[in-house]
């Protein structure tokens, strides 16, 4: 997991999920918001070591959610941010022969 572990990592996180937040407090009851902070919470509690099953990490869609879904409210650097943290999920998913369910 070492691609999902470290400080640099947590802290996209944290800064990705910051930005959802935002979005949030701007938007509340975006479908597409609540998928986002949902998927990131989860990535955090991995990279703090509190969750421990990575069989999640298939169901990531934030490239996805991004690119359709918050095209229009999402700034670009939090579309950056967010693409850059499903792309290192993927290459995860990729050294250990799996995949997002999305790729298949």
Do not use: C, H
Request: proline share 1%; aromatic share 6%.
């Amino acid at each position: 997991m070492a691609v999902l572990i470290g400080e640099s990592w947590r802290d996209k996180l944290v800064e990705a999920f910051a930005g959802v937040s935002e979005l949030q407090a701007k938007y509340p009851g975006d479908s597409a918001l609540l998928s986002a902070s949902q998927q990131l919470s989860y990535l955090i509690a991995l990279a703090d070591g509190v969750e421990k099953d990575d069989s999640a990490l298939e169901e990531i869609t934030l490239g996805y959610v991004v690119t359709y879904q918050l095209a229009d409210i999402a700034s670009a650097d939090l579309a950056k941010l967010l693409s850059e943290i499903n792309g290192r999920v993927r290459q995860y998913l990729r050294q250990n022969d799996r995949r997002l369910k999305i790729d298949q």
